[in-house]
């Protein structure tokens, strides 16, 4: 059940883009400025089989603003069956929905490496995604960690039988181009991705696909295709 309490969260955070007056500090310089976030109190439990979150444990990350403030050092987790980002209050220990109109993206610090969302405007209905990068290039590409309700499974309880979903991820690919459109790649398979490109660059993706006998079959395969792509298409400029 959702509290609906609409928050003004001011956050200290020390950024090395943003400056005012620096601070020496050991010697180096520690700009410190306030910014804010709004959002909301949730609880998001509910029994299923399956996990709501893209990433199963909270992340430290950083959130862009639109205003171009960027809000470091932060506990967050993206819910990609709600597709929104959950912000833990480390005095509280809230949850706290953030307003996603406020936010252009967010990076997550993983053990592997650090991993960063867009927010993107896609069909159909213009529907607003947060999506993370897998390839930043000329031509992007995006992952949306979308998680689905599959079905229903029937347990056993102490005072009768109940329904629970099964919730499973159900990533989608997107390719933008250099002006920002955004075309969803269906399948992963190259016939998929060569129909993304827009008409007049099909014969030259086609003919780099060949070129490295770039063969998709997941995600992996799809990354390297499309960074081979784009370096093919830069050697043509």
Request: proline residues 4%; aromatic residues 8%; contains cysteine.
């Amino acid at each position: 059940m959702i509290r609906h309490l609409l928050l003004a969260i001011a956050l200290t955070i020390t950024s090395s883009a943003y400056s005012g007056q620096p601070e020496t500090d050991g010697g180096r310089e520690n700009p410190i400025f306030s910014s804010r976030l709004s959002g909301e109190i949730v609880n998001l439990s509910m029994p299923a089989r399956g996990s709501q979150y893209a990433y199963q444990d909270w992340k430290y990350g950083e959130v862009m603003l639109y205003s171009g403030e960027l809000v470091s050092d932060v506990s967050l987790r993206y819910n990609g069956f709600r597709n929104i980002l959950v912000w833990r209050d480390p005095e509280t220990f809230n949850h706290i929905r953030l307003d996603d109109k406020l936010i252009k993206g967010f990076s997550l610090h993983l053990e592997t490496g650090t991993i960063h969302f867009e927010r993107l405007r896609v069909s159909p209905g213009n529907q607003s995604i947060f999506a993370e990068c897998l390839v930043d290039d000329e031509i992007k590409l995006f992952a949306w960690r979308n998680i689905e309700k599959t079905g229903e499974h029937i347990e056993s309880t102490g005072t009768g039988m109940v329904s629970i979903p099964v919730l499973e991820p159900r990533p989608q690919y997107y390719l933008q181009d250099s002006h920002g459109n955004t075309t969803r790649i269906r399948r992963l398979n190259q016939r998929s991705l060569m129909g993304a490109f827009p008409e007049e660059q099909q014969e030259r993706v086609r003919d780099i696909a060949a070129q490295h006998n770039l063969r998709i079959n997941d995600e992996a395969t799809m990354i390297r295709a499309v960074s081979k792509i784009n370096a093919g298409l830069s050697e043509d400029i």
